[in-house]
Every structure is written in structure tokens, then in C-alpha cells.
């Protein structure tokens, strides 16, 4: 079983910068892709940026220019730094890891994101 463990949500003025991290641990083979989805109340879960080990990543055009995804594969760590976050960035932010082959996708448990001021 894989185990992703998120840190780093909060409260942030419009403007302002925040920084997620996740973790995964457990039995992790094959990793095609880590990367970082949100929900809004009332929304539909949506990709906010994805990094294949390949290293090619998309992003979501509401945050292009804005969030910067990085992931260590030797560590099982992505990061996602957001800055000139909007109060439409609030949402509860999921760590993403997907296997090659069967395409298994595990989730976090989400850390909240709460732009206002």
C-alpha cells in the first residue's frame, strides 16, 4: 500500500505565497507521475500541476505563471509552490501519485487553502 502524506496549507492574504509538500511511503514501484489536484466547495476535483518521472509537466492554465511544481524521485517528494495566490486558489489541495502500467492513482489526505484577507 502507498501512504501520501501532505503538509504546508493554511491561511494567506491575496498576493501572498504558500508551499505544499507530500511524502510517499510504502510499497512504491513503477511511478509514472506525482502531482497536486484541488476542490472547491461545490467543484469538481481538477488538476492543479502534474510531473512525470519523465520529468515533462502540466499545469492547470488558471496557474500557469503562478505555481511552480517540483518533485524528487529518489525522495517520493513533490512540492508545489504557489505564489500570487487569489482567493479562487481556496480549495482543499490532494497529493496525486500514479503508477505506470495499471495507472493506480493514490490520494492524500488534502490540506487546506485559504486565500483571504
Known amino acids: 500500500q502507498v501512504q501520501l502524506v501532505e503538509s504546508g496549507g493554511g491561511l494567506v492574504q491575496p498576493g501572498g505565497s504558500l508551499r505544499l509538500s507530500c511524502a510517499a511511503s510504502?510499497?512504491?514501484?513503477?511511478?509514472?507521475?506525482m502531482g497536486w489536484y484541488r476542490q472547491a466547495p461545490g467543484k469538481q476535483r481538477e488538476l492543479v500541476a502534474r510531473?512525470?518521472?519523465?520529468?515533462?509537466?502540466n499545469y492547470a492554465d488558471s496557474v500557469k505563471g503562478r505555481f511552480t511544481i517540483s518533485r524528487d524521485n529518489a525522495k517520493n517528494t513533490v512540492d508545489l509552490q504557489m505564489n500570487s495566490l487569489k482567493p479562487e486558489d481556496t480549495a482543499v489541495y490532494y497529493c496525486?501519485?500514479?503508477?505506470?502500467?495499471?495507472?493506480?492513482?493514490?490520494w492524500g489526505q488534502g490540506t487546506q487553502v485559504t486565500v483571504s484577507s
Open positions: 496525486n501519485l500514479q503508477t505506470g502500467g495499471f495507472g493506480i492513482q493514490y
Open positions: 510504502g510499497r512504491i514501484f513503477n511511478t509514472y507521475a
Open positions: 510531473i512525470r518521472t519523465s520529468g515533462s509537466i
